[in-house]
C-alpha cells in the first residue's frame, strides 16, 4: 500500500533542543494525523488536523496540514527526556475507505 | 475509562498453524480497526468494523480475517502462518467509523505475534 514520506528517521538531540519533523505524499490527504509509540506501547494521538493551512498546537508540539494537503510537519519546543519515542504521521483520505496510511516513523533519541 | 484492551499481549506459533487475537474496545466506541505493525512495511491497514461489518478492508490476504460482535469486541485470525506474518497487530477503536471523519483512533497496546 501506499506509504507517506517522513523524515528524518532518526533524530539524535540535546536536550532543551527543538525538534522538527515533516511528511509528504504525492496524494492528496483530507486528514493529517501525528502520533507517538513508546516502547510496548500502541501509538497515542497526539494532534489532529482537519483543513488545509490549520496550524494547531498541543502544549510544545505545533503541527501544520499543508496547503496543498500534501504534506504535514510536527514541531516540539525545548525537548525533555520523555519526548523520546517514535513519532508517525498518519493521513486519511475522503471517505476513509483504506484506513489511516502511516509514515514509517521519526525515532528521537535525546542526549542529557 | 478503560482503554483499547488487547489479548494475548505476546504469543508464539508455528507456520501452518493459526491465530485469533481478541480487542476490546473503549466503553461506547463502535468501530473497531485493526493494523499490522512490522519494521519492514511499517503499520499497515487491516480491516475497519462497525455495528458488526466490515467497512473497509486493507491489501491483506484471505488468510487474514477479522469479526466484531454484538458489543462491538472484535476479533481477528490469520490461518496458515507464514513468518512474514510475524509483527505487532494493533487494534483501534473510535466512537463511529473513519469514514464519517471521525479519525480519532485510540490504540491498544497490541498483541505481539511470532512464527517460527
Known amino acids: ?112 | 475509562k478503560a482503554g483499547v484492551t488487547q489479548t494475548p499481549r505476546y504469543l508464539i506459533k508455528t507456520r501452518g498453524q493459526q491465530v485469533t487475537l481478541s480487542c476490546s474496545p473503549i466503553s461506547g466506541h463502535r468501530s473497531v480497526s485493526w493494523y499490522q505493525q512490522t519494521p519492514g512495511q511499517g503499520l499497515q491497514f487491516l480491516f475497519e468494523y462497525f455495528s458488526e461489518t466490515q467497512r473497509n478492508k486493507g491489501n491483506f490476504p484471505g488468510r487474514f480475517s477479522g469479526r466484531q460482535f454484538s458489543n462491538s469486541r472484535s476479533e481477528m485470525n490469520v490461518s496458515t502462518l507464514e513468518l512474514g506474518d510475524s509483527a505487532l497487530y494493533l487494534c483501534a477503536s473510535s466512537l463511529t467509523t473513519t469514514a464519517s471523519g471521525a479519525n480519532v483512533l485510540t490504540f491498544g497496546a497490541g498483541s505481539r505475534l511470532t512464527v517460527l
Open chain 1, 1 to 112: 500500500g501506499q506509504q507517506l514520506n517522513q523524515s528524518p528517521q532518526s533524530m539524535f538531540i540535546q536536550e532543551g533542543e527543538d525538534v522538527s519533523m515533516n511528511c509528504t505524499s504525492s496524494s492528496i490527504f483530507n486528514t493529517w494525523l501525528w502520533y507517538k509509540q513508546d516502547p510496548g506501547e500502541g501509538p497515542v494521538l497526539l494532534i489532529a488536523l482537519y483543513k488545509a493551512g490549520e496550524l494547531t498546537s498541543n502544549g510544545r508540539l505545533t503541527a501544520q496540514f499543508g496547503i496543498t494537503r500534501k504534506d504535514s510537519f510536527l514541531n516540539i519546543s525545548a525537548s525533555i527526556p520523555s519526548d523520546v519515542g517514535i513519532y508517525f504521521c498518519a493521513g486519511q483520505r475522503g471517505g476513509g475507505a483504506d484506513g489511516l496510511t502511516f509514515g514509517k516513523g521519526t525515532h528521537l533519541i535525546i542526549q542529557p
